[in-house]
Nanobody
Framework: QVQLVESGGGLVQAGGSLRLSCAVS????????VGWFRQAPGKEREFVAV????????YYADSVKGRFTISRDNAKITVYLQMNSLKAEDTAVYYC???????????????????WGQGTQVTVSS
């Protein structure tokens, strides 16, 4: 069983930064791919970023590329999402999720992830 707990959300002005954390338990980060997804009101949950279990492959949604960075701290068993140059359209509940299937190439579909955190709200004021 894998458990994930997000933190770090909040209210920030447009152009500002936030760093989200995803604390993982039940597995080491070298055995799971961890992705970040978000869901805005009235919209479907969408892919934001993912880091492979190997730690050397990252993918980003086009909408966040160049602004967001996913990383991890193996000792703290935590995955981070550094979000810079935030825009009003980044407002959403952000979720981290774990894919435990061991695929070398990380996946971007919500259906590939078996374990999810409870989410953390990010609100960007314009």
């Amino acid at each position: 069983q894998v458990q994930l707990v997000e933190s770090g959300g909040g209210l920030v002005q447009a152009g500002g930064s936030l760093r989200l954390s995803c604390a993982v338990s039940g597995r080491t980060l070298s055995s799971v791919a961890v992705g970040w997804f978000r869901q805005a009101p009235g919209k479907e949950r969408e892919f934001v970023a993912v880091l492979s279990w190997s730690g050397d492959i990252t993918y980003y949604a086009d909408s966040v590329k160049g602004r967001f960075t996913i990383s991890r701290d193996n000792a703290k068993i935590t995955v981070y999402l550094q979000m810079n140059s935030l825009k009003a359209e980044d407002t959403a509940v952000y979720y981290c999720a774990a894919d435990v299937r061991g695929s070398y190439i990380p996946n971007k579909s919500i259906y590939d992830y078996s374990y999810w955190g409870q989410g953390t709200q990010v609100t960007v004021s314009s």
